[in-house]
């Protein structure tokens, strides 16, 4: 369920909690992850850094001395450093809209910049969660909905999994002591959860490997 809100009697909530339930975790992207992994920061860095590069040496080919295949090179810095700027401006200011919510009953996630809604996710919503390890301790919790659950890919964006595009997956993009959070949702959905669910596994986070590496079955959550 997608909630438009004014108003927040509990941070990230768009009211307050029902009796019985609680909040276990609340959490947001960080930003300098949310930048490399969302916005491709490292990448349109290198981009420019080859152009420059490339300026610099066809410069020299082009019969120029190194001071002025420098300053060739050096002509790239600025539209580079407004790019970059742009970039982590906004996943700063993504990062500062997003607050993620794990109760005993749900996930809730508040995001939005220019207009903020509030994506409701009961456990009886999900079929299964999937944790990927980035760097420094962050990563990803995809959310795998049940085949009655279905959100548009835009309407989530950044905070849906990477190129699923055919059944999005809501996702806890970036945050910091993700296997914490992880483990904090495979504790709640076993607690409520009828069937013989397996228990989320962890792999090691490596930078290098930032695909999928465990699993948690959450079918017959209620």
Sequence with gaps: ?????????????????????????????????????????????IYFALFATWSAIDALEQ????????????????????????LYLLAYITARSTLYTITNRRVAMRVGVAMQIIVNLPFAKLSEAQLAP????????ALKLTPDGRFAYLTLWPHARPWAFGHTQPS?????????????????VAAVNTSAAPPLQVAPPTPSRAEPLGTLGLAGAR
């Design 134 to 141: 980035l760097w420094g301790g962050t990563g990803d919790i």
């Design 172 to 188: 806890l993009r970036c945050v910091p002591e993700a296997a914490h959070a992880a483990a904090l949702l495979a504790e709640a």
């Design 63 to 86: 019969g120029a001395g190194i001071a002025d295949a420098l300053a060739s090179a050096s002509a790239v810095a600025i539209p580079a450093a407004a790019a970059l700027g742009i």
């Design 1 to 45: 369920m997608i909630l438009e809100h004014d108003d927040e009697p509990i941070p990230g909530l768009p009211e307050r909690l029902p009796a019985g339930e609680r909040i276990l975790w609340q959490g947001a992207p960080d930003w300098r992850a949310l930048a490399r992994r969302v916005f491709w920061t490292r990448v349109v860095a």
